[in-house]
T-cell receptor, first 119, second 113 residues
Framework: AQTVTQSQPEMSVQEAETVTLSCTYD???????LFWYKQPPSRQMILVIR??????QNATENRFSVNFQKAAKSFSLKISDSQLGDAAMYFC????????????????FGQGTILTVHP | DAGVIQSPRHEVTEMGQEVTLRCKPI?????LFWYRQTMMRGLELLIY????????DSGMPEDRFSAKMPNASFSTLKIQPSEPRDSAVYFC???????????FGSGTRLTVV
């Protein structure tokens, strides 16, 4: 079974600075998807960014980018020019592409990292 | 599209009572998931459906929990009888097959007293 580990329970950053959140995962599969979700205090889960494992190019969405290291099974999220609205819990998640098993379609989440943004 | 719609948003009930949580997925999505979120255990997948068929219910904690998806536009998660340890936020999410992430509902905060 796949596992996702976020080793930083909490992180903080000054407004306008850059912060990187770490995520590692364990899998024997070669094709899969990776995601970062944001959960602000409103508790709504919001998709931030996604990465297909077969793509070598790192995904970017405005101020959010990832550093995907497939061999190291690492998938970190970089937030540039941090804003107060970025304060939230961030979850890393893995989705298998391996059709046929009961894991297909299922997202496995890490434990989450609470990000605090200081003005 | 209105997104994934969950009801109620908050539920407070007494121990031993039956609780039913409801979910309407996004039209056209063929996967539906029920997750539970607690401080201690994080986000746990309880059960998921593909084309209205339950695929994996190994996360359902015990027989007190049951889930149904009678059609493509509606699902329920039922707890009977409820216990204080069931207090959590319950999320429903739906997805298309492929590399799409899930779209989550706003969750139901359940408190069992």
């Amino acid at each position: 079974a796949q596992t996702v580990t976020q080793s930083q329970p909490e992180m903080s950053v000054q407004e306008a600075e850059t912060v990187t959140l770490s995520c590692t995962y364990d899998t024997s599969e070669s094709d899969y998807y990776l995601f970062w979700y944001k959960q602000p205090p409103s508790r709504q889960m919001i998709l931030v960014i996604r990465q297909e494992a077969y793509k070598q190019q790192n995904a970017t969405e405005n101020r959010f980018s990832v550093n995907f290291q497939k061999a190291a099974k690492s998938f970190s999220l970089k937030i540039s020019d941090s804003q107060l609205g970025d304060a939230a819990m961030y979850f890393c998640a893995y989705r298998t592409l391996n059709a046929g098993g009961t894991s297909y379609g299922k997202l496995t989440f890490g434990q989450g990292t609470i990000l605090t943004v200081h003005p | 599209d209105a997104g994934v719609i969950q009801s109620p948003r908050h539920e407070v009930t007494e121990m031993g009572q039956e609780v039913t949580l409801r979910c309407k997925p996004i039209s056209g999505h063929d996967y539906l998931f029920w997750y539970r979120q607690t401080m201690m255990r994080g986000l746990e997948l309880l059960i998921y459906f593909n084309n209205n068929v339950p695929i994996d219910d190994s996360g359902m904690p015990e027989d007190r929990f049951s889930a149904k998806m009678p059609n493509a536009s509606f699902s329920t998660l039922k707890i009977q009888p409820s216990e204080p340890r069931d207090s959590a936020v319950y999320f429903c999410a739906s997805s298309l097959e492929g590399n799409y992430g899930y779209t989550f509902g706003s969750g139901t905060r359940l408190t069992v007293v």
